[in-house]
Structure formats: structure tokens, C-alpha cells
């Protein structure tokens, strides 16, 4: 138990100290039920619509929608937590615009995002549910190195032996899915293992660089997810324009968009934000329950 809570914390996301004393005790619950099914349901429904027959949607353009669902969702939470909606905007003016200097801060960690969701696509094509849930597990591992070198935190030897454990272990699984003799039609499992390794070191850069800047301060987490989201609708605008500028003119902005994208797009947007819930109502240790038997759940869906 308390090697899982050191590994948790290093990934943990900070909200603010005086919302969990008040909280009701069935959101802790709640909280972290949903964010159970998120996971499963996010990972499996996006792997579906990107290896169903039919036309494909444009990657960059779905991570571009995410973003700006999560940001509308932001507001509508920072709207929820300050009771007011005027008073929510005179807040998001004064923290966004009259203070430029600190929101700039977050356009590091929102570039490093936006990179990261782009591997995601290409990891989720290229791998079954069960193989990139267990990699992309090697974020924890990931983020305990940059917490290392940018908080100037310590682990101890065994916890250090465990993580490399967990690498060692993932990897098998790994070697095992490539060298598998089951045929597997229009994928690359190569690709796709290096798009989620390469996802995992920018998820562990972004985290914990975000969390330094949160630290900092005592700005409210919703504030500054709108602040990430200004800068990921910017990069991923750009991103979309500068990889698949000629396709989107082409073939639309919304080529290959159907019902069950637009639901695994916004249930991957409320990701992020039901993390920060689960943060606030409960704790690190149940989160990472809630993560651990969400990967049993897909593994045990995608055989």
C-alpha cells in the first residue's frame, strides 16, 4: 500500500486543499466509479471507430475537438464552483488576461499535451485495448523520473526496483503481442509501440511540469485547465493545419465523423476533468484503483 501511494503521488494532479474537507461522501464514490468506466470505455470505443470498415476520421481534428470540449466543460465547472456566472468570467478575465504572464506558463505543458493525445491516436490504431492500456501504464514510470529532476523529489531502492519491474513486465507483454501468430489486418505494431513510449515520456514531462506550476500558486485547477485549453485549441489548430491541411480541405473538417465518434471523443475530453474529481473527493491511492481495475476490465473485454 505504500509503494502504490509513493507512485501515485508522483502522477498526482493538484485541486484545491479546502474542497475535500466539504465534499459529499457519495462523490467519492461516484467519482471514482465514472472514472473507472472512462477509461475502459474511452480506450475500447476509440480503438472501434478507428479500425471499423469505413471512412476515417482526421486524428488531428478529433484532437482539436477534444480540447475544446474540455475547455467549454471547464467553464461550465468553474461556473458551477463559483455559483455566479458573471463572477466566473470577471475571475477567467483577471486570471487569463489581466495576468498574461502566468497564463503563458501553461502553453509548455499544453504543447507537450496536444503531442501526446496525436500519439494516442496512433498507439489506439496500431495496438488492441489490453496491449496499450498496459503501456501506456509506463507514464507512471515516466513521470517518477521527471519528478526526480524537476521537484527534487526522492524514491526510495525498492521503489525504484518495483517501477523497473513494471517496465520489465510490460514489455513482455510487448514482445509477446508482436510475436504473435494471430494475423492482424491494416496495423503496425512497431508504430504503435513507439507512439505510446513516446506518449508516456511527454504525459510524465507535461504532469509534472503542470504540477510545478500549480504548485506555485492557488489558482483554481478549472482556471487553469482553461488556460491548458487555450493553448491546446491553438497548437491543435496548428497541428491540424500544418499535418493535414491538404486532407481537411479536401475531404472536411468533420470527414468521417459519426454518432459514436463524437461520444468517444467527449468521453476522452471528460477524462481529464473526471481525474481532478476523483483528486478532490477521494485520494492518489483510489485512483489508482480506479485506473488498475479498469485495465483488468479491458483486458479481460478485448480477449
Aim: aromatic share 12%.
Amino acid at each position: 500500500m505504500h509503494l502504490k501511494y509513493s507512485f501515485l503521488a508522483a502522477v498526482r494532479n493538484a485541486v484545491p486543499n479546502n474542497s475535500i474537507s466539504s465534499s459529499p461522501p457519495y462523490m467519492k464514490h461516484f467519482s471514482l466509479l465514472f472514472l473507472t468506466l472512462q477509461n475502459v470505455t474511452s480506450i475500447l470505443l476509440l480503438r472501434y471507430v478507428r479500425t471499423t470498415p469505413g471512412p476515417r476520421f482526421i486524428n488531428s481534428t478529433a484532437v482539436l475537438n477534444s480540447e475544446i470540449q474540455k475547455t467549454v466543460l471547464s467553464i461550465l465547472l468553474l461556473i458551477y464552483e463559483q455559483k455566479s456566472v458573471v463572477g466566473s468570467f470577471k475571475l477567467l478575465y483577471h486570471a487569463v488576461i489581466c495576468n498574461a504572464k502566468d497564463t503563458l506558463k501553461t502553453g509548455i505543458p499544453a504543447l507537450l499535451y496536444t503531442l501526446q493525445n496525436n500519439l494516442l491516436f496512433v498507439s489506439i490504431s496500431n495496438l488492441d485495448a489490453a496491449t496499450f492500456q498496459v503501456s501506456f501504464q509506463l507514464k507512471i514510470f515516466t513521470t517518477a523520473i521527471f519528478t526526480v529532476f524537476l521537484l527534487h523529489r526522492q524514491f526510495s531502492l525498492v521503489q525504484w526496483l518495483a517501477l523497473f519491474l513494471l517496465f520489465f513486465g510490460i514489455s513482455l507483454v510487448q514482445i509477446e503481442n508482436m510475436t504473435s501468430t494471430t494475423p492482424k489486418q491494416d496495423v503496425n505494431a512497431i508504430l504503435g509501440f513507439i507512439s505510446v513510449v513516446s506518449a508516456c515520456i511527454l504525459s510524465g514531462l507535461a504532469g509534472v511540469y503542470f504540477e510545478k506550476i500549480l504548485k506555485g500558486s492557488d489558482t483554481s485547477v478549472w482556471i487553469r485547465n482553461i488556460q491548458l485549453g487555450i493553448f491546446g485549441m491553438l497548437f491543435g489548430f496548428l497541428t491540424a493545419y500544418m499535418s493535414d491541411g491538404t486532407e481537411i480541405k479536401k475531404k472536411g473538417f468533420l470527414f468521417g465523423y459519426t454518432d459514436l465518434v463524437w461520444i468517444a471523443i467527449t468521453i476522452q475530453s471528460a477524462g481529464g476533468l473526471l481525474v481532478a474529481l476523483v483528486v478532490k473527493y477521494a485520494d492518489n491511492i483510489w485512483k489508482g484503483f480506479a485506473t488498475s481495475a479498469a485495465i483488468i476490465i479491458s483486458c479481460i473485454i478485448s480477449m
